[in-house]
C-alpha cells in the first residue's frame, strides 16, 4: 500500500511540475496586440489593428473537423513549409471560425511580417493576408474547447451583448491560446465584430 501512494505521489509531483514548465513558455509565446476600450459584465470590448495572417479555408462544420487537419496545413507553413524553407515562430491565439457554409483557421504572423516579406507557402491552401482593423467583443474562458462549450459561451457573448445594446457583424469566432497539452490555466476567446467605432 505504502509502495502504491509513493507511486501516485512521485507520478502527481512530476504532473505538477511538467504543467508549471508548460506554462512558462506560454508566457514568452508573442500575442497579437490590442487594446481594451471598455469592460462589461463577463466580457470586453478590444480594438485590434491590421494583422497579417496565414489562413486556410476548410468544408469542416464543427470544431473537432476543423482543429486538427487546420492545425496541420499551418504549422506545416510556419514550421518551413514554404518556399525558402523558412521556420517562423508560433504566436497566440489561433483563430477559428466555424460555420454552415465556409469555415477557415487562422495563425495570426508575428510582428515584422507582412504580405510582402512573408515566403510563399509550399501548399495552396494556404493563403497570406491583412485583416482590417476591428472592434471586437470578447468572452473569455478555461479549460478544453468543444463545439457544445463554444457554442455555449456565444450564446452567452450573444446574450450579453444584447442585454447592454451593443449591435454584432459577422460570425462568432472561436481563439485559443495554448497548445493540446497543457491542461491547466487554459485560455479560450469567443469574439464577434462590433459597430463599436461608429456610436
Known amino acids: 500500500m505504502k509502495v502504491i ?8 509531483t512530476l504532473f505538477i511540475v511538467f504543467q508549471s514548465f508548460m ?15 471598455q469592460k462589461g459584465k463577463d466580457f470586453e470590448i478590444r480594438f485590434y489593428p491590421a494583422a497579417t495572417i496565414a489562413t486556410i479555408s476548410s468544408g469542416a462544420k464543427t470544431y473537432k473537423e476543423l482543429a486538427n487537419p487546420g492545425f496541420r496545413k499551418l504549422a506545416g507553413y510556419i514550421f518551413g513549409g514554404n518556399e525558402t524553407d523558412t521556420k517562423i515562430s508560433m504566436t497566440a491565439p489561433v483563430y477559428m471560425d466555424i460555420n ?17 516579406n512573408l515566403p510563399k507557402p509550399n501548399d495552396s491552401g494556404v493563403n497570406i493576408k491583412t485583416t482590417e482593423e ?10 478544453f474547447a468543444s463545439d457544445k462549450r463554444l457554442k ?38 469567443i469574439v464577434v465584430s462590433v459597430d463599436w467605432g461608429k456610436n
Not at 501512494?5 to 502527481?12: E, G, K, M, R, T
Request: cysteine-free; charged content about 20%; glycine content about 6%.
Open 152 to 189: 455555449e459561451y456565444s450564446e452567452k457573448l450573444k446574450s450579453l451583448l444584447e442585454s447592454e445594446g451593443i449591435s454584432t457583424k459577422g460570425n462568432y469566432k472561436y481563439l485559443g491560446y495554448n497548445p493540446p497539452f497543457r491542461l491547466v490555466r487554459r485560455r479560450n476567446e
Open 23 to 37: 506554462i512558462l513558455p506560454s508566457t514568452k509565446t508573442e500575442e497579437q496586440k490590442y487594446t481594451v476600450i
Open 100 to 116: 454552415d457554409s465556409l469555415s477557415s483557421m487562422s495563425f495570426v504572423m508575428p510582428a515584422g511580417y507582412n504580405q510582402t
Open 134 to 143: 476591428a472592434y471586437v467583443a470578447a468572452l473569455r474562458f478555461g479549460g
Open 5 to 12: 501512494l509513493l507511486s501516485v505521489a512521485i507520478l502527481l
